[in-house]
């Protein structure tokens, strides 16, 4: 409920206002059981024709009064539960925008989605039904209870009775549907993760012929979710016959208690036909109640869900810097002084006691065995993690100390996957930088040597990129993110591994185009072909960097050094 109330509390005019509408249909509803017994017992019982028409035109005209407060009831219902689901979708989304990796990990993409999408589109269901329904039916209940009581206390004590046991029945639904439904949006993430993790691999599982497979995986999956669907379910549907039998228990005592009344002159025909009302609204309000208190659950296991993406850390690492100037203009070299690095789900250490350091506009190659802590030194850099010791420092100031927006403005990044969005291409560059002009954009595909490949394009730069740019191949992907990253104009560039697709002839004019950009650039590679290129070469292992210096200095000195370039060499020969 803590979650729920700031989304609400813009609207709390508008849920007033159906609150109050909803109050007034319910008292007009209580009203009609006691106007019945006035129409049958002053009216038509005396075959009075005036008072019939009397009582029944103000039957008539509270109907069409309760029916307009209901009709507005559900236009302001509407109006709370679609801007909540609004606001509460803005504000996951936006936290999603600033949560720090470490949490981010925490929750897989397709749990994400759900509770972006379905798990919001319940609570906002519930949000409905709770001003036009799920409050009013208690009310009803209890109003329905007391009218009853004042008409014809001994006929409805047969109601009251029951009424303990019901609200057990409720609660135990409640509760027990709470964990059994929350299980079923857990199912549910699995399976949406399956289903986004085929669609994605598809052409491999194909190439595979995994297709078998797959299909008993879903299967099993399927299975599942429907046995938790269907256990949740069961619990929900089985309390509405269970509590409608008592209800209509309650009805057949009155009848039969009522006749009997009535023939031994005891009790008003009417009175008992208005206590008959109350049940069968009480009847009617236990049945709606039981039905969505399916709704209801499920909400409820939805808004713990969406409460633990708000509640997962917000504003990364706790600390943003103060200084707005970000990296100073005429210096952008690279510090690291005894830097130790883990991530926050592990003890083990990624890296341990780094230190190196660029010179400004330098290009530094950084190699090593799978698993030696290169993207995640890389990483570091635009702080998408936190160094557990030691000082990380770009152009002089610690990167603790530099406002995080402004730090990463400063800084092109292209990671190992080339991430591209449906659009065309041009709007794919100008998401590096939107006021970036046509020459820019150009200038920046030029240097990523991606230009030409676009002018061969039936629309050239407007051309049309599916979703991840499917249509394009790794190394067109590739180039297309690096031209990002460099329509920046950034200070300090990282490529992660991002030239792997590109043969040598491209990756040498690549290269070859860095070194006038002006930047300082770290770039993660196994091709010793790059380190040629480079200022000063990082070699990492374990965590641990083993080695610094120019390509011809490690040839030297490094034996490790040495395997991979011959080991380079000895594959290039082959494929010769």
């Given at each position: 409920?803590?979650?729920?109330?700031?989304?609400?509390?813009?609207?709390?005019?508008?849920?007033?206002?159906?609150?109050?509408?909803?109050?007034?249909?319910?008292?007009?509803?209580?009203?009609?059981?006691?106007?019945?017994?006035?129409?049958?017992?002053?009216?038509?019982?005396?075959?009075?024709?005036?008072?019939?028409?009397?009582?029944?035109?103000?039957?008539?005209?509270?109907?069409l009064f309760g029916f307009a407060a209901g009709l507005v009831n559900?236009?302001?219902?509407?109006?709370?539960?679609?801007?909540?689901?609004?606001?509460?979708?803005?504000?996951?989304?936006?936290?999603?925008?600033?949560?720090?990796?470490?949490?981010?990990?925490?929750?897989?993409?397709?749990?994400?989605?759900?509770?972006?999408?379905?798990?919001?589109?319940?609570?906002?269901?519930?949000?409905?039904?709770?001003?036009?329904?799920?409050?009013?039916?208690?009310?009803?209940?209890?109003?329905?209870?007391?009218?009853?009581?004042?008409?014809?206390?001994?006929?409805?004590?047969?109601?009251?009775?029951?009424?303990?046991?019901?609200?057990?029945?409720?609660?135990?639904?409640?509760?027990?549907?709470?964990?059994?439904?929350?299980?079923?949006?857990?199912?549910?993430?699995?399976?949406?993760?399956?289903?986004?993790?085929?669609?994605?691999?598809?052409?491999?599982?194909?190439?595979?012929?995994?297709?078998?497979?797959?299909?008993?995986?879903?299967?099993?999956?399927?299975?599942?979710?429907?046995?938790?669907?269907?256990?949740?379910?069961?619990?929900?549907?089985?309390?509405?016959?269970?509590?409608?039998?008592?209800?209509?228990?309650?009805?057949?005592?009155?009848?039969?208690?009522?006749?009997?009344?009535?023939?031994?002159?005891?009790?008003?025909?009417?009175?008992?036909?208005?206590?008959?009302?109350?049940?069968?609204?009480?009847?009617?309000?236990?049945?709606?109640?039981?039905?969505?208190?399916?709704?209801?659950?499920?909400?409820?296991?939805?808004?713990?869900?969406?409460?633990?993406?708000?509640?997962?850390?917000?504003?990364?690492?706790?600390?943003?810097?103060?200084?707005?100037?970000?990296?100073?203009?005429?210096?952008?070299?690279?510090?690291?002084?005894?830097?130790?690095?883990?991530?926050?789900?592990?003890?083990?250490?990624?890296?341990?006691?780094?230190?190196?350091?660029?010179?400004?506009?330098?290009?530094?190659?950084?190699?090593?065995?799978?698993?030696?802590?290169?993207?995640?030194?890389?990483?570091?850099?635009?702080?998408?993690?936190?160094?557990?010791?030691?000082?990380?420092?770009?152009?002089?100031?610690?990167?603790?100390?530099?406002?995080?927006?402004?730090?990463?403005?400063?800084?092109?990044?292209?990671?190992?996957?080339?991430?591209?969005?449906?659009?065309?291409?041009?709007?794919?560059?100008?998401?590096?930088?939107?006021?970036?002009?046509?020459?820019?954009?150009?200038?920046?595909?030029?240097?990523?040597?991606?230009?030409?490949?676009?002018?061969?394009?039936?629309?050239?730069?407007?051309?049309?990129?599916?979703?991840?740019?499917?249509?394009?191949?790794?190394?067109?992907?590739?180039?297309?993110?690096?031209?990002?990253?460099?329509?920046?104009?950034?200070?300090?560039?990282?490529?992660?591994?991002?030239?792997?697709?590109?043969?040598?002839?491209?990756?040498?004019?690549?290269?070859?185009?860095?070194?006038?950009?002006?930047?300082t650039t770290l770039l993660v590679t196994q091709k010793a072909q790059?380190?040629?290129?480079?200022?000063?070469?990082?070699?990492?292992?374990d965590g641990k960097l083993l080695a610094q210096g120019k390509h011809?200095?490690?040839?030297?000195?490094?034996?490790?050094?040495?395997?991979?370039?011959?080991?380079?060499?000895?594959?290039?020969?082959?494929?010769?």
């Open positions: 409920m803590r979650t729920l109330l700031p989304f609400l509390k813009p609207y709390r005019i508008s849920a007033a206002v159906a609150l109050s509408l909803m109050l007034v249909e319910l008292v007009v509803e209580l009203c009609f059981p006691l106007l019945m017994a006035k129409l049958i017992d002053g009216a038509i019982l005396r075959q009075d024709v005036g008072a019939a028409l009397k009582w029944g035109g103000v039957m008539i005209g509270l109907a559900s236009f302001y219902a509407a109006d709370v539960a679609q801007g909540f689901a609004h606001d509460m979708r803005r504000a996951l989304f936006g936290k999603l925008q600033s949560m720090a990796f470490s949490d981010f990990r925490a929750f897989s993409p397709s749990s994400l989605m759900t509770r972006l999408t379905g798990d919001i589109n319940q609570i906002q269901n519930s949000v409905f039904l709770g001003l036009r329904v799920f409050v009013r039916a208690p009310l009803l209940i209890a109003g329905s209870m007391i009218m009853a009581l004042t008409v014809d206390a001994r006929l409805a004590l047969y109601l009251v009775v029951v009424t303990p046991i019901l609200v057990v029945v409720l609660g135990y639904t409640i509760r027990k549907g709470f964990r059994l439904f929350r299980l079923v949006q857990e199912r549910l993430d699995k399976l949406n993760g399956l289903v986004r993790e085929n669609l994605i691999g598809m052409r491999l599982i194909r190439a595979y012929v995994r297709g078998d497979h797959e299909k008993n995986r879903f299967a099993e999956t399927n299975g599942d979710y429907m046995r938790r669907s269907t256990a949740a379910l069961r619990l929900s549907e089985m309390t509405v016959p269970g509590l409608l039998l008592l209800m209509n228990a309650s009805v057949l005592l009155i009848l039969w208690f009522g006749s009997r009344s009535v023939t031994a002159y005891e009790t008003e025909v009417g009175d008992v036909v208005a206590v008959l009302n109350y049940a069968i609204r009480i009847t009617g309000a236990y049945a709606y109640l039981s039905m969505i208190i399916t709704s209801l659950t499920i909400a409820r296991a939805a808004l713990s869900r969406s409460a633990e993406v708000l509640a997962a850390g917000s504003n990364e690492f706790g600390a943003n810097g103060t200084a707005a100037d970000g990296i100073p203009p005429d210096r952008a070299d690279v510090l690291f002084e005894g830097v130790a690095f883990g991530y926050p789900d592990s003890e083990a250490a990624v890296l341990d006691g780094i230190t190196f350091s660029v010179n400004d506009g330098e290009t530094a190659v950084i190699m090593g065995a799978t698993g030696a802590g290169k993207t995640s030194l890389l990483q570091l850099l635009p702080r998408l993690y936190e160094a557990r010791r030691g000082t990380v420092r770009v152009g002089g100031t610690d990167i603790r100390d530099i406002e995080l927006s402004v730090l990463r403005r400063q800084i092109g990044y292209v990671a190992q996957e080339s991430t591209l969005f449906a659009g065309t291409i041009r709007d794919n560059l100008l998401w590096g930088r939107e006021d970036a002009s046509m020459e820019e954009v150009v200038e920046a595909a030029k240097l990523a040597q991606i230009h030409e490949t676009i002018m061969q394009l039936p629309d050239a730069y407007e051309a049309v990129l599916e979703q991840k740019g499917a249509n394009l191949s790794g190394g067109q992907r590739q180039r297309l993110s690096i031209a990002r990253a460099l329509l920046r104009k950034p200070k300090l560039l990282l490529l992660d591994d991002c030239t792997s697709a590109l043969d040598a002839r491209t990756e040498s004019l690549l290269l070859a185009g860095l070194k006038t950009c002006g930047c790059a380190a040629r290129w480079a200022d000063t070469v990082l070699l990492l292992a011809g200095e490690l040839l030297a000195r490094s034996e490790t050094y040495r395997f991979i370039v011959e080991s380079e060499r000895e594959e290039a020969a082959h494929h010769a």
